[in-house]
């Protein structure tokens, strides 16, 4: 049986956010879906509004195909006049994703059936790092999570992932469309179309949110994850 990897991605403090910001969130995660189904062998499913469920079946476009959400996510996310202490962390950090590596028992997308370790791993890391949402004050530490059998592979990850999260953390939210899109294999030439700005705006934004490291990580993912299938 061979492995596929599960994401289980959580929006962080949605409590925060009105019936109508929920709604608007809802309708972005299809659209996104609607994107990635179209770019990647995948199976995708939003869970009571904030909550995704993604199957990736190949394992290697796994990390690619976070870095999507999680940059759409960011993006995707206006300013409101909201200054509270949770809408400024879902502001900040968007969603958690955990990647889980593993074999899935059974896994039907007719029938929506997901079962086995791959989402087993990513559910109980995502719902382990939810247990502080519902708290006055909601400490993150990490948004992005690798977890599989193999202690020697999550090490490997860890260290990878931990940079993604800092640079995809740190960057505002026109960096993360920009990310979105060159993700998505957009050249600059091309997103300066798409956005209308000018080149040299689109690279030096790429260059502060650290393309060459993204770049470098996913590929770097995709050869490491093609051993271990």
Same mark, same amino acid.
């Given at each position: 049986?061979?492995?596929?990897?599960?994401?289980?991605?959580?929006?962080?403090?949605? #409590?925060?956010?009105?019936?109508?910001?929920?709604?608007?969130?809802?309708?972005?995660?299809?659209?996104?879906?609607?994107?990635?189904?179209?770019?990647?062998?995948?199976?995708?499913? =939003?869970?009571?509004?904030?909550?995704?469920?993604?199957?990736?079946?190949?394992?290697?476009?796994?990390?690619?195909?976070?870095?999507?959400?999680?940059?759409?996510?960011?993006?995707?996310?206006?300013?409101?006049?909201?200054?509270?202490?949770?809408?400024?962390?879902?502001?900040?950090?968007?969603?958690?994703?955990?990647?889980?590596?593993?074999?899935?028992?059974?896994?039907?997308?007719?029938?929506?059936? =997901?079962?086995?370790?791959?989402?087993?791993?990513?559910?109980?890391?995502?719902?382990?790092?939810?247990? #502080?949402?519902?708290?006055?004050?909601?400490?993150?530490?990490?948004?992005?999570?690798?977890?599989?059998?193999?202690?020697?592979?999550?090490?490997?990850?860890? #260290?990878?992932?931990?940079?993604?999260?800092?640079?995809?953390?740190?960057?505002?939210?026109?960096?993360?469309?920009?990310?979105?899109?060159?993700?998505?294999?957009?050249?600059?030439?091309?997103?300066?179309?798409?956005?209308?700005?000018?080149?040299?705006?689109?690279?030096?934004?790429? #260059?502060?949110?650290?393309?060459?490291?993204?770049?470098?990580?996913?590929?770097?993912?995709?050869?490491?994850?093609?051993?271990?299938?």
């Amino acid at each position: 049986m061979k492995k596929k990897i599960v994401l289980s991605g959580d929006i962080v403090a949605s #409590t925060s956010l009105n019936v109508e910001e929920k709604i608007t969130l809802e309708k972005k995660l299809n659209e996104l879906i609607s994107i990635l189904v179209e770019n990647f062998p995948i199976y995708a499913r =939003i869970i009571k509004g904030d909550y995704l469920e993604v199957v990736v079946e190949k394992p290697e476009d796994a990390l690619l195909v976070t870095l999507l959400i999680k940059s759409f996510v960011k993006s995707a996310i206006d300013d409101q006049d909201n200054n509270s202490s949770r809408y400024k962390k879902f502001k900040n950090y968007g969603i958690r994703i955990a990647m889980g590596f593993g074999e899935l028992s059974r896994y039907d997308k007719q029938k929506g059936v =997901i079962d086995g370790d791959a989402i087993y791993f990513s559910g109980r890391k995502i719902n382990e790092e939810a247990s #502080t949402y519902n708290k006055q004050r909601i400490v993150i530490k990490n948004t992005l999570f690798f977890i599989s059998e193999d202690d020697n592979l999550n090490q490997m990850m860890d #260290t990878i992932i931990s940079l993604l999260d800092v640079l995809i953390g740190n960057a505002t939210a026109k960096q993360c469309h920009i990310l979105f899109l060159r993700l998505l294999g957009k050249s600059e030439k091309e997103i300066s179309t798409h956005l209308n700005i000018k080149q040299p705006t689109v690279n030096k934004q790429l #260059t502060s949110i650290g393309w060459n490291a993204i770049d470098k990580s996913v590929n770097y993912f995709k050869e490491t994850i093609k051993d271990y299938k």
